[in-house]
């Protein structure tokens, strides 16, 4: 099926000096769930921003659906995020005073989606995972296990090929992250393509391939 969702070719990315990524090089199969462990500091955030085009690499080489985004000025790099990618925080990064519902239909207002119809797949999402009772909640009327479900539903807001998730469940509960769990799996297995971080061998144990990452190199 032609060229991988995601191809990285030797990135490196320095803050000043310091090296963060020495030379990543990796891809990702449309479809593929993959996990990316590895112990504090060793880079597992700087290598999401990148991927999730929030971050530019120092030098190296990053296709995202064939597409090189150091080719990409800030406006198409915008663009392609916004239709390609969804993207999952440890800590929801819900806006507090939208609710659930208006949360969810944000990235497709920016898409130019109608209002009628962000609301009808906003509803549809989160339904689909299990909060149509509470779409009119604000962020601070919900669990963090709830909170997080609202987060995957905007991030599946405008039909991403690619799911970037940086520990999804690092503020939950062993209950709530098996939630959590058990619909990416869901999503993998009707064809989504994730890439998560994680710290938990159990997370990551959901994942059909580990990789893995120290001190700015995969092993
Ligand atoms: N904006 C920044 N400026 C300078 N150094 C940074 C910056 N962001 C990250 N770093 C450094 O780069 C290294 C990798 O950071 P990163 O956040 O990618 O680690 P991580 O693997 O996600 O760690 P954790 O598991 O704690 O989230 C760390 O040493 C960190 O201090
Ligand atoms: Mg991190």
Redesign the pocket.
């Known amino acids: 099926m032609g060229e991988p969702l995601v191809v990285c070719e030797e990135l490196k990315?320095d803050?000043?000096g310091?090296a963060?990524l020495k030379g990543v090089s990796f891809s990702v199969a449309r479809g593929e769930f993959a996990a990316v462990m590895?112990?504090?500091?060793?880079?597992?955030?700087?290598?999401?921003?990148i991927l999730g085009l929030l971050d530019r690499p120092s030098s190296g080489r990053y296709a995202l659906a064939g597409v090189d985004a150091a080719a990409l000025d800030d406006a198409e790099r915008t663009r392609l995020r916004r239709e390609t990618i969804g993207f999952v925080f440890q800590a929801y990064n819900l806006l507090p005073r939208l609710s659930a519902r208006d949360n969810v239909a944000l990235p497709m207002a920016y898409a130019g989606v109608p209002p009628h119809e962000r609301r009808d797949r906003a509803e549809a999402l989160l339904e689909r995972v299990g909060l149509s009772a509470k779409a009119r909640r604000t962020p601070l009327e919900l669990s963090g296990g709830e909170r997080q479900r609202v987060g995957i539903a905007r991030a599946l807001a405008n039909r991403p090929a690619l799911l970037l998730a940086?520990?999804p469940t690092g503020n939950l509960d062993s209950a709530s992250s098996r939630d959590v769990i058990a619909f990416l799996r869901t999503l993998h297995a009707e064809g989504m393509t994730i890439l998560l971080?994680t710290?938990d061998p159990g997370v990551g144990s959901a994942a059909q391939r580990i990789l893995r990452?120290k001190d700015?190199l995969l092993e």
């Open positions: 990315r803050y000043g310091y963060a590895g112990p504090s500091g060793c880079g597992k955030s700087t290598l999401l921003s940086d520990e971080v710290h990452l700015g």
